[in-house]
């Protein structure tokens, strides 16, 4: 073979290639075209289905569901979801025609478990609560609560009742091990499973041996309170004495002492204001005026005037 040949060779192979390549990618262009432009079978719920449901046949239904739409963890096949012999159960709850996700249920033949739901580096801690302090059976499990805590703290003479906040925005794992009744109305329940980190978790546990725990609703995605007050049992009332209010709290720590002072002050003023005022008594009248104090005085009968030289001979 002379030059030419193998020149023309080799430009033959690589427009071979170029080829190929080509339409290659054309073949795959349109296929993932087709494929996003269709449809897959999904495993949705066909009832709501709670924390601790067992996910079961008559629980689960296949849709067709958007390719370009699928969300990562979706069941396709019956066998996948529920295989023999080994259940499922909801961790999280999963509303009618939601598809089932592997976040959402347990592993294969375990049970509900609250550790799967928590977070890198959070624990799950749980303190009691009742009608009152679980705000009448309507926290939920995924509420967002501040933890409040009323303790007894000694003080130098006596015993004061004080409540602080605890923790703020802190998630509610579970309530119990239901969130509802079976008619759907709000359970009173007696402990609620809190989303912590490992310090507030120690902050719990202590909080439950010194004194009562309250839960108190918040509004989702409102922001922490950076300054938070002591309550005291001086405090139970609409203002302080006389309308006065509390005094900004330019620092925290010194807030005691400012409402403490503020207190004070208001006190003393007012039983200062209901004391009687003494009256001081009159002042005896003279019986006669100094000489340099007489005036004259002019007294008309009919035409006539006389003057008298002080006011006492005029008369």
């Not at 009691?128 to 501040?146: K, T, Y």
């Not at 004080?162 to 079976?182: E, F, P």
């Not at 005291?232 to 209010?245: E, H, I, K, P, T």
């Amino acid at each position: 073979m002379n030059r030419q040949a193998i020149i023309a060779l080799g430009v033959a192979v690589i427009l071979g290639l170029l080829a190929v390549f080509f339409a290659n990618s054309f073949l795959t262009g349109k296929e993932r075209q087709a494929y996003a432009g269709g449809t897959t079978k999904v495993a949705v719920a066909t009832l709501p289905m709670t924390f601790g449901v067992d996910v079961t046949p008559d629980k689960v239904r296949f849709v067709d569901y958007p390719n370009s739409s699928l969300p990562p963890g979706v069941f396709t096949t019956a066998a996948a979801l529920m295989p023999a012999g080994k259940k499922r159960v909801a961790l999280m709850p999963i509303a009618v025609n939601e598809p089932i996700l592997a976040s959402k249920i347990s592993a294969e033949g375990q049970g509900a478990s609250i550790a799967a739901l928590l977070p890198d580096g959070m624990r799950a801690a749980s303190v009691r609560i009742n009608d009152v302090s679980g705000v009448a059976g309507f926290v939920q499990p995924n509420d967002s609560v501040d933890v409040l805590i009323t303790r007894t703290v000694e003080g130098a003479a006596t015993a004061a009742q004080v409540t602080d906040v605890l923790l703020q925005n802190v998630r509610v794992i579970a309530i119990d091990q239901q969130s509802k009744n079976a008619d759907g109305t709000p359970k009173v329940a007696k402990t609620a499973t809190l989303e912590v980190n490992p310090i507030d978790a120690q902050k719990l546990a202590l909080a439950q041996q010194v004194g009562d725990l309250g839960l108190v609703l918040r509004k989702p995605g409102e922001q922490n309170n950076p300054v938070v007050e002591t309550v005291s049992m001086s405090d139970l009332r609409y203002n302080m004495y006389g309308g006065a209010r509390y005094p900004a709290p330019a620092v925290v720590g010194n807030l005691g002492s400012a409402i403490g002072g503020a207190m004070n002050r208001s006190a003393a003023q007012i039983a200062n204001a209901s004391r009687p005022v003494p009256r001081r008594p009159a002042a005896r009248a003279k019986t006669s005026a100094p000489a340099s104090s007489a005036r004259p005085i002019e007294i008309f009968r009919g035409t006539k005037s006389d003057q008298s030289k002080d006011g006492a001979n005029g008369r």
